[in-house]
């Protein structure tokens, strides 16, 4: 119970109105049916025998009765229609909130858990359901109230005739219960097992779908290959499910006729009694609409208990993702990174990245002043761009210390170390944004359209941007409407102006001129040599 009175709380939080409100209109829907229910009564009883029935010392005649029963009648649909607006509120709010929750998270994460397959399955359950399943609490938790409050005034009801009904009605209804909750169990405990291949699915189908697989996937003649792949997992998945469907079904049909048997002995012993006199025309009918009602209103109580167990069940894999603690956090007494930086060091730095068997750094040691330009070459593997991971604190180092100006970097406050830092991915982000937005993201906090200019003329891309048929208010990339790709090329000089946007005292290239052709790479090598005479410390990271 303790997850899902924290989902209740999650959704108490993001709209407390809407969630109070939805308790009063559940109330209501269900207390107003009963009264008609009773109402019928005069009504059917007037119609039968041509007289009104006393009520509370009030004739209750045929059209006072049926007056009452359309006036409640029409309440109910009203307050329906009102809980229906407050719901689809409610679910777009909690959709928002959730997201936000969980797009938080995510962002303050360590990239050590991107590392972990574990932390993709975890995240993978937690992204799909986080968009229905505290609802699905929501509901099945107001259903459970209303079903409660159905039952309480159908009991009072059966009461006055027999009280072996009411053990009829509950027994009938309790191999349901149960079906259902081993249901619930084993979609549980199948899904969890099987989280890895819903994640292969979803792979297949990004890659046979998405446009940045586009060219190799047809270049190669991929797409058979991945479908083939794609329908084998489902293949299993599907019949692995319908197997338990199937096995439940049959427990199903067993307590289908269960409730059969139940409603047919009650509605004998309702004619028995009426054909007698011991009950009314009107009793029978009520007595008969009850236990009938009492009967759905039990399934719901099963359905809705059963439900909270499922929920409670997956609701636990959002909750497990939003505990997730990152390592890499400030200090308690964090300092402000310099404004200016005369030397970066690290000293006798050994890393491997999590679950690896061997290291990736091992002893190593560079130095990098102010006002040089210190390059870092090696083959493929060698760590060269660990190493900005590490500047970066995306990583902590397994043994020795990263140092600026002789202050270990887990010393300043995290913010300020990577905002003064500037640098550029061998695997840069392609933001498919305008291009004044694609290098104003170097410190968007402080966005100056004049600086953006300047940066893009600095890194070469300034004339092409002007020709853009909106400058550099063009989207970039094909992905929406109105945007103008670009070369690999032109992509990497707008990272480079993104980087030269931050004005760090610290620059890193990791790669820069990959994509260059030989006029941009002389560029670059010039605006190197100004950055120079600016007194940054620059690291180049090139391949031998």
Request: glycine content about 6%.
């Amino acid at each position: 119970m303790k997850q899902i009175f924290k989902a209740l709380n999650m959704i108490r939080l993001c709209d407390s109105r809407a969630f109070y409100l939805r308790i009063l209109y559940v109330v209501v829907m269900n207390v107003l049916p009963l009264i008609n229910l009773y109402i019928l009564k005069f009504l059917v009883d007037s119609v039968n025998t041509g007289q009104p029935t006393v009520f509370l010392g009030v004739e209750m005649t045929t059209y006072l009765s049926l007056g009452l029963f359309c006036a409640i009648f029409l309440l109910n649909r009203i307050v329906t229609v009102l809980n229906g607006v407050n719901n689809d509120i409610m679910s777009q709010r909690l959709v928002d909130y959730i997201s936000e929750r969980m797009q938080g998270q995510s962002a303050q994460l360590d990239m050590s858990y991107f590392d972990n397959p574990e932390y993709h399955d975890t995240y993978h359950r937690a992204q799909q359901e986080a968009s229905y399943r505290p609802i699905q609490i929501l509901n099945g938790f107001m259903g459970l109230l209303g079903s409660l409050i159905s039952i309480v005034g159908i009991v009072a009801m059966l009461c006055t005739v027999s009280g072996w009904i009411i053990v009829v009605m509950v027994v009938a209804v309790l191999p349901s219960f149960v079906v259902r909750v081993i249901k619930a169990r084993q979609i549980y405990a199948f899904r969890r097992k099987n989280t890895q291949n819903y994640r292969r699915t979803s792979y297949y189908t990004t890659l046979l779908g998405g446009r940045d697989y586009a060219k190799e996937m047809r270049t190669f003649g991929l797409a058979p290959y991945f479908r083939e792949r794609f329908v084998k997992i489902r293949k299993v998945l599907v019949k692995d499910l319908i197997r338990i469907s199937r096995r439940l079904g049959w427990y199903d049909a067993v307590c289908a006729f269960v409730e059969t048997a139940a409603m047919f002995m009650v509605t004998v012993f309702l004619i028995t009694s009426a054909t007698s006199g011991t009950i009314t025309t009107g009793m029978f009918v009520v007595l008969f609409e009850a236990f009938r009602r009492g009967q759905t209103s039990l399934s719901g109580l099963v359905n809705s208990i059963t439900g909270l167990y499922d929920n409670r069940l997956f609701i636990g894999n959002l909750f497990e993702f939003l505990d997730l603690k990152p390592s890499i956090v400030n200090a308690p007494d964090a300092l402000p990174f310099p404004k200016q930086v005369r030397q970066v060091e690290f000293r006798d730095i050994t890393f491997r990245y999590p679950k690896m068997e061997r290291d990736v750094l091992s002893h190593f040691n560079l130095t990098a002043r102010a006002g040089e330009v210190t390059q870092i070459e090696g083959e493929n593997g060698f760590g060269k761009t660990t190493l900005l991971k590490l500047l970066l604190r995306l990583y902590d180092t397994d043994q020795g210390a990263v140092l600026i100006d002789g202050v270990d970097v887990r010393k300043y406050d995290l913010k300020g170390l990577r905002r003064g830092i500037g640098a550029i991915f061998q695997d840069y982000v392609r933001f498919y944004c305008t291009a004044e937005e694609n290098i104003a993201f170097g410190d968007i906090s402080h966005y100056d359209s004049n600086r953006v200019k300047t940066v893009a003329s600095l890194a070469g891309v300034d004339k092409y941007i002007e020709r853009l048929p909106k400058g550099y208010k063009t989207p970039l990339g094909r992905m929406f409407d109105g945007g103008e790709e670009l070369s690999m090329g032109q992509w990497q000089r707008i990272a480079l102006a993104r980087q030269l946007y931050s004005d760090a005292p610290v620059l890193i290239f990791d790669e820069p001129t990959a994509w260059m052709d030989v006029p941009s790479r002389d560029r670059f090598y010039k605006t190197l040599e100004q950055l120079k005479n600016e007194k940054k410390v620059i690291i180049l990271i090139k391949h031998v």
